[in-house]
T-cell receptor
């Protein structure tokens, strides 16, 4: 079963704009991760935020976590065409030893 | 390290045939995961191993699916007999324990088409 649900399911923006994706999850977690998947490729880890953190930055990425609402957001600033991909949130479950992925957001950045 | 290596990258087989997918995890990782990705169901965890031992196979859809990890550097996912609805991209991933705040490393996947 899916632990996380991302929204929107699809997002289309112009290069240079910011892209925001949201993730909601169901159970208590000690960390939340975001991954990117380019078409036809495997998933690549982007960033991890721990439950005691509210915000984290990595380059053009900004992740927030609200454990009271069981939600997280991923912001990509100054988007580029190369950011076109699907983005997934993932949370540990099963005692913390397996990773369950959300449904993903398909981001398209147009020139 | 070359990362997680999966083979083959593409597999086309006829319904009823046996299919074996292979995975070499990253050296030193003690967890190995098999995921299946389809448009309809997204990314599903099929089974995972810890130190070569299967821990949770509740995601394996049917008895037609089986997975083994004979040693720390090799795992297989077998489908016998295969059916058209098994068509999907199968990913292998390895990691240290997620509860400790570590990431998963994915292979490039095997795209399986059963005709």
């Amino acid at each position: 079963s899916q632990q996380g649900e991302e929204d929107p399911q699809a997002l289309s923006i112009q290069e240079g704009e910011n892209a925001t994706m949201n993730c909601s999850y169901k159970t208590s977690i000690n960390n939340l991760q975001w991954y990117r998947q380019n078409s036809g490729r495997g998933l690549v880890h982007l960033i991890l935020i721990r439950s005691n953190e509210r915000e984290k930055h990595s380059g053009r990425l900004r992740v927030t976590l609200d454990t009271s609402k069981k939600s997280s957001s991923l912001l990509i600033t100054a988007s580029r065409a190369a950011d076109t991909a699907s983005y997934f949130c993932a949370t540990p479950s099963g005692g913390g030893n397996k990773l369950t992925f959300g449904t993903g957001t398909q981001l398209k950045v147009e020139l | 390290d070359a990362g997680v290596i999966q083979s083959p990258r593409h597999e086309v087989t006829e319904m009823g045939q046996e299919v074996t997918l292979r995975c070499k995890p990253i050296s030193g990782h003690d967890y190995l995961f098999w995921y299946r990705q389809t448009m309809m169901r997204g990314l599903e965890l099929l089974i995972y191993f810890n130190n070569n031992v299967p821990i949770d196979d509740s995601g394996m859809p049917e008895d037609r699916f089986s997975a083994k990890m004979p040693n720390a550097s090799f795992s297989t996912l077998k489908i016998q007999p295969s059916e058209p609805r098994d068509s999907a991209v199968y990913f292998c991933a390895s990691s240290l324990a997620f509860g400790k705040g570590t990431e998963a490393f994915f292979g490039q996947g095997t795209r399986l088409t059963v005709v």
